[in-house]
């Protein structure tokens, strides 16, 4: 009763409130209170405390006595739709929101079908959300928890999609770039949540609603150029065949609709951007499932397939979108996870029209980087997928020869290749051969393509270094890989052409191949971008209890999607060139071709290409007279042979530059390479230990090598077991190296010794304790544990990357600290161009041992040599780097040897002056 008394309403609400979160209630005072609120409180004229508490006694009661509730039925529902009405206080809505989602799911379907159009109309009218949060709010609450909130609301059941996805395809046609992503988000959740509902049905309102859907989509990602909309719709197109893989009916429809629009595109080529981006959206579609992926690849590997290789060789600037878009297929398929499949990738009735394509882009255009670029890629990641999709190699994609055929090829390219870019493109899918996931794909690097860049190397090596026989042996072996590459492609291309002789006549709309695998997959996720919303007004009341967020009063219209703009009829793109029609318009035959034939005029009189299985969609409407075989088709460019090769014409110096980066780049890739080729390229300067000397022949080709292994080194120093392994055998076996050389009167250049350091510093730096302080040991029981300021100048050749290594030590790796600073000293008072790099040693363990009688020991040597009568430069350095490592440490020592540093700056020498003082800038400096 005192809910009629209007001053009392909030503390009753208050007392209610606390009621039913701590009583249990009979269901007669459940009743009872829901339908005295509903009659008796006006929740617009309270206050927002009180219309708070409001929307939480019914979201209690709902979710502690949902039973109770759900016998109220269509007055719960519409005494909930009341309350919410009009808020606009964003602590309230995060709260109404919830409540509007949780009726929906908790009721059944009869009852709240009804209410539908009102429910989404209560919570559509703050699409999209806009809301700025007030600076230090004590609630914390953000516009992702508003946003979130309402695409429950949205999501909530399958009924309210009639009014919610035309709403979303309306926004989408928003000028607000946040709008838009905010809508691509929402439809991509609801399109989820609707199928999950139904337990893997489509409702036929949304089954109606998929044309609509693929024509808005279609019109936001072809008709602009702000790149974060195209990859959002893209994102989208994925998202929701994700969504309708459940339903077999529904995906069906959606992706037979998007690749006939898509694929009419790409067959026309009149506009090469948007066929570009049609392409994309076929490889989005691919990456939503399996069977997405393979409706598409059905519908458009064959057509694309046919169309390329009726393309003119010459016309090359139309031969390029379609290998793209077929890279991008690759690349779809290749991120699905074909575990439930058998292993069997959704590529496998297409494979021979992608390696034909790969293939024909590769050896028949020499003078085209650009297709030759996308080839490589192309094969690279064909490469992958093939290994990674079966363990089987009688059921793999590709069989075995053909896998190690594409390796060695692109392994010849990253050594010869004249084109740098086509260079460092096929090195960069070895690379991500190297890294995939797949042991096989690492297994065919290593037994394939580092033994063969080591055994090129070390014939690099070899005495004469005879250059016109290393490049009569590539183009030798070049010959050989494409002869055996393009009599696989003319396998494939019989096969072809048979399949299509004993499929039934006519051919088909590019669904003649059937895919026989029917196993599922699960979708793999591509990029993501970030959604927000709203139009970014702050209608924050800070003069008020109130926070508003927005009701926009244009969302109270809905619409459907806006049109697209590559429907049947080809419309939609501006041309760029030439407009051609589905089979290329006849064209010059291009010059001196090797291939022969009549590639230039008769394209569209000749039969269709008998290399897609199934026929295709661009049969020629002139006169099909022609049923020859494959090698008779009117496609003379497609056919490389071996007369197309460019000759390879290297330096020695050249190829090993190239072996050597390539080798860097793998190593760095892996761990088990790194294993294989760093002791081999560190066996090699053992072998070749001469071209240490500055004077040699080989002596830029040793720097090289050993630069290699320090880069390779570099890419793993964080990697405690390699550089574990490293410590415990690289570096030990490049000391000893050194040594011998040495110790046989050689010179040893500063190049070389630069790299050896380099590599050490990394090895040690990265090493555990115990691999750090095996290495000390060996060290000191070698001659460079023995070095004195006596000894030979070859062998002081060496005390740099002794320094370098003890510099480096953890504390806790110093073993025998007494005997290295024993060595040390004498060497840091001497004459030599040795002793500023002995004072650092000296000093630097000092700084790391633990304070006791050898820390003061050497600090009163130091004290000794450094008196004004018998002070040097070399004394005086090893002063100062002395005084800074105490001075680091917190050493007692420190101020006195600081006041002796001082003196000797006033010294009458102006060599000790000068020492002196220059001396502080390096105890003051930070490093």
């Avoid at 609630?139 to 695409?151: C, F, P, Q």
């Avoid at 007692?892 to 102006?910: D, E, F, R, V």
Wanted: charge should be negative; aromatic fraction near 4%.
């Amino acid at each position: 009763d005192r809910l009629q008394d209007y001053p009392c309403i909030g503390e009753v609400m208050k007392g209610m409130l606390a009621m039913a979160k701590n009583h249990n209630l009979d269901p007669t005072d459940i009743d009872a209170i829901i339908r005295a609120v509903f009659q008796e409180v006006q929740s617009a004229s309270q206050p927002q405390g009180t219309r708070k508490n409001t929307l939480e006694v019914m979201m209690t009661l709902l979710t502690r006595y949902t039973g109770t509730v759900k016998t109220l039925g269509a007055d719960f529902i519409f005494g909930i739709i009341q309350l919410v009405d009009g808020e606009k206080d964003p602590r309230n809505l995060l709260i109404a929101f919830r409540l509007v989602a949780c009726v929906v799911r908790s009721f059944p379907r009869e009852d709240y079908i009804r209410f539908a159009e009102e429910i989404f109309e209560i919570t559509s009218c703050y699409f999209p959300i806009t809301f700025k949060p007030r600076p230090n709010d004590p609630d914390a609450i953000t516009k992702e928890d508003l946003v979130d909130g309402l695409r429950q609301c949205f999501s909530a059941s399958p009924v309210l999609a009639p009014y919610v996805v035309p709403f979303l395809l309306d926004k989408m046609s928003s000028t607000l770039t946040s709008a838009k992503m905010e809508s691509f988000a929402t439809l991509d959740l609801c399109m989820a949540a609707y199928a999950s509902q139904n337990d893997g049905g489509i409702d036929s309102n949304i089954m109606g609603m998929l044309p609509d859907i693929w024509a808005a989509l279609r019109t936001e990602i072809l008709s602009t150029s702000d790149t974060e909309i195209i990859k959002r719709g893209l994102q989208s197109v994925q998202n929701i065949c994700s969504a309708l893989s459940s339903n077999p009916t529904a995906l069906s429809s959606f992706v037979v609709a998007l690749s006939r629009d898509c694929i009419h595109q790409i067959k026309s080529l009149s506009d090469l951007k948007l066929a570009r981006a049609c392409g994309q959206i076929l490889a989005s579609a691919s990456r939503g499932s399996l069977a997405a992926c393979q409706n598409v690849l059905a519908s458009a590997l064959p057509t694309i397939h046919q169309r390329y290789m009726h393309i003119p060789r010459h016309e090359v600037a139309f031969r390029l979108p379609l290998l793209d878009i077929v890279i991008d297929l690759v690349n779809a398929t290749s991120e699905l996870d074909n575990n439930t499949n058998g292993g069997e990738s959704p590529l496998s009735s297409y494979i021979d029209h992608v390696f034909d394509i790969f293939t024909t882009s590769l050896f028949g255009h020499h003078d085209t980087p650009a297709l030759r670029v996308s080839a490589v890629e192309g094969l690279s990641r064909l490469l992958i997928v093939a290994a990674g999709s079966s363990r089987d190699s009688n059921s793999a994609l590709l069989p075995e020869d053909k896998q190690k055929a594409i390796l060695l090829q692109l392994t010849h390219i990253i050594q010869n290749d004249a084109d740098k870019v086509v260079r460092n493109r096929a090195l960069d899918g070895l690379v991500l051969i190297a890294k995939s996931s797949s042991e096989r794909s690492l297994d065919l690097i290593r037994t394939n393509t580092v033994p063969v860049l080591l055994k090129n190397l070390r014939a690099l090596f070899g005495d004469g270094g005879d250059v016109d026989m290393i490049n009569e042996d590539a183009n030798n072996d070049a010959k050989v890989l494409q002869d055996l590459i393009m009599s696989f492609t003319k396998t494939s291309r019989a096969s072809s052409a048979q399949q299509q002789q004993t499929s039934s006549a006519g051919g088909g709309c590019c669904g003649g191949s059937k895919k026989s695998s029917s196993s599922s997959s699960s979708s793999a996720s591509s990029s993501s971008s970030s959604s927000g919303g709203g139009c970014c007004r702050d209608n924050t009341n800070t003069n008020s209890d109130d926070m508003d967020v927005t009701i926009s009063e244009d969302n109270q219209q809905q619409g459907g999607a806006g049109g697209g703009c590559c429907g049947g009829s080809g419309g939609g793109g501006h041309s760029h060139g030439h407009h051609h029609a589905p089979s290329p318009a006849p064209a010059p035959a291009p010059p001196a071709s090797n291939g022969g034939g009549c590639c230039g005029g008769s394209s569209r009189q000749s039969a269709p290409s008998s290399s897609s299985s199934g026929g295709g969609c661009c049969q020629s409407e002139g006169n099909n007279n022609n049923n020859k075989a494959d090698d008779d088709v009117a496609m003379p460019d497609t056919h490389v042979t071996s007369t197309d090769q460019v000759k390879i014409i290297y330096t020695v110096g050249d190829k090993c530059s190239n072996i050597l980066h390539a080798l860097s780049r793998l190593g760095g890739s892996s761990e088990a390479i790194f294993r294989d080729v760093v002791p081999a390229l560190v066996g090699l300067v053992s072998e070749r230990s001469e071209g240490l000397r500055a004077s040699t022949r080989i002596h830029l080709n040793v720097i090289s090598v050993l630069s290699s292994v320090a880069d390779i080194i570099q890419a793993w120093n964080e990697n405690s077991s390699l550089m574990n392994y490293a410590c415990d055998n690289t570096l030990p076996k490049l000391v000893e190296i050194l040594l011998s050389h040495v110790n046989n009167g050689a010179g040893l250049s500063s190049e070389c010794l630069e790299q050896v350091i380099r590599a050490s510093g990394d090895i040690i730096s990265g090493a555990d304790v115990a691999s750090q302080s095996g290495m000390v040991s060996r060290l000191l029981a070698s001659p460079l544990g023995k070095i004195a300021p006596d000894s030979n100048s070859n062998i002081k050749q060496l005390l740099p990357i002794f320094t370098s290594i003890i510099s480096q030590l953890k504390s806790g790796a110093l073993v025998q600290p007494d005997v290295l600073l024993s060595m040390l000293f004498p060497l840091s008072l001497g004459s030599s161009d040795y002793s500023l790099i002995a004072s650092k040693c000296f000093a630097s363990i000092l700084n790391k041992i633990p304070e006791g009688d050898i820390v003061d020991k050497y600090a009163d040597l130091i004290i000794a040599e450094a008196t004004p009568n018998k002070a040097t430069s070399s004394s005086v350095g090893c002063l100062v780097w002395t005084t800074k490592a105490l001075l680091l440490r917190g050493h007692a020592l420190a101020p006195k040897l600081g006041g002796i540093l001082t003196y000797l700056a006033g010294s009458s020498s102006n060599e000790i002056s000068s020492a002196a003082s220059s001396g502080f800038d390096v105890v003051l400096a930070d490093d």
